[in-house]
Every structure is written in C-alpha cells, then in structure tokens.
C-alpha cells in the first residue's frame, strides 16, 4: 500500500513527503534531520485536504482535519454575500440603461395613479390621472396597442424591477443581521443556503425583466 512520510520540518509545522516512483517512504527518512520527528502513513488515511488543513500529532502519530475557525468562516461567508449582492445589483443595474430605468418609474406612478382614479374617481387625482392617461395613449398611438395594455404591463415591469432591489436588499441585511451572530458552523451553513436561495429568486425576477 502507497505510504508518505509525515515529519516536522524546522519551522515546527507538518510537512508531507512523498517517494519517487520505486521508492518506498520509508526511505525518505534518511535524508531527514536526524531529531526530526516524523512516521509513515498510509495515503488511503490521509484527509482530503492540505497539509495547512490538518492537525498532525506527532506524539499518536495520528492526521485529522482541523476543525474550521468560526470567526474565519463568519467573515469569509459576509464577505461572499457582499460579493454577490454587489454583482446581482451590478446585472439589475444594467438590465436596463439609466434613463430607461427611470422612465419605468415615472411610468409606474403615472400609470397607478391612473389605475386607482379609474377604479374609484377621486377629484385630487383628476388632472395626474388625465396626464398619465394622455401620455401612455402616446405610446400606444406609435407601437398600434391598447393604451391600458401598456400601462399594465409597466406597472407589471416596474414591480418586478422593485422586487429583485429588494430582494437583494434582503439578501445583504440577512447576511449582515444573521452571520455575525452565527453561534455554530451548522447555523452559518443554514444562513449561506437562505442567501443562495434569496439569489435564485433575485435572478429570476430579473429574467422576467429582460423579458
């Protein structure tokens, strides 16, 4: 069975050493400082990890992975959540250009406005109701549709530009509430999925925009 050879190098940190093709690892022991502590072990017993990764016993002579640092995966997991809330912003940013962006907003007012006057008339929407109304009809009287059509579909559009914002402002207040005050790396693992989750939903809103 294919054996390595675990010693202490000068420094007092773990190295591994592996024998060259018809070698056998107990040969690399020779060429090891003669008080340098070291034993052989099986690569089959090795943890699938690097050496800055495993805690070396020299005195068992046993290998294991070393447990993960809570604070170091905190700041890690804040740090990826950061990074992708940035980079889903970035792509709903540039779903649409700056000024088309927020002419969707002018369009979701005028066109609520419009929506509430109609389904109940009230006097102090009278004139804001008759200016979106007149506006979205320009629009229409150029692409050949329904005014009211094109008025629903951008409020339609301007709810799902909403949306994915504030998921991801959810997405990055979860994260900045939640990950600091993680107690176990079980309960940071359970925050990561919600975030990953938050993202799926973040995207998908943004495929309907672009749609």
Do not use: C
């Not at 943890?47 to 070393?66: E, H, I, N, R, W």
């Not at 050949?144 to 402002?169: M, T, W, Y």
């Not at 999925?193 to 998908?204: D, K, N, S, V, Y």
């Amino acid at each position: 069975m294919s054996q390595v050879i675990i010693y202490q190098n000068n420094e007092g940190a773990a190295a591994i050493m592996s024998p060259a093709p018809g070698l056998i690892a107990s040969d690399l022991a020779a060429v090891l400082p003669e008080d340098a502590r070291h034993f052989l072990m099986d690569v089959s017993a090795l943890p699938s990890v690097g050496v800055a990764q495993m805690y070396v016993d020299f005195d068992l002579q046993t290998v294991m992975v070393k447990p993960p640092n809570l604070e170091a995966e905190k700041d890690r997991a804040l740090s990826t959540a950061r990074g992708i809330a940035l980079e889903v912003r970035r792509q709903i940013a540039t779903s649409a250009s700056p000024e088309r962006a927020l002419s969707w907003v002018l369009k979701a007012v005028y066109g609520a406005v419009w929506q509430v006057n109609e389904a109940a008339a009230n006097p102090l929407l009278a004139s804001l109701s008759a200016t979106a109304q007149a506006g979205f009809q320009l629009e229409a009287d150029i692409t050949g549709e329904d005014p009211v059509s094109v008025r629903d579909r951008s409020l339609e559009k301007a709810g799902l530009f909403f949306q994915a914002n504030q998921l991801v402002e959810g997405m990055e207040r979860l994260a900045e509430d939640r990950i600091p005050a993680a107690a176990t790396i079980v309960e940071l693992d359970t925050i990561t999925a919600q975030l990953r989750a938050l993202e799926t939903q973040t995207l998908t809103k943004l495929a309907q925009i672009r749609s």
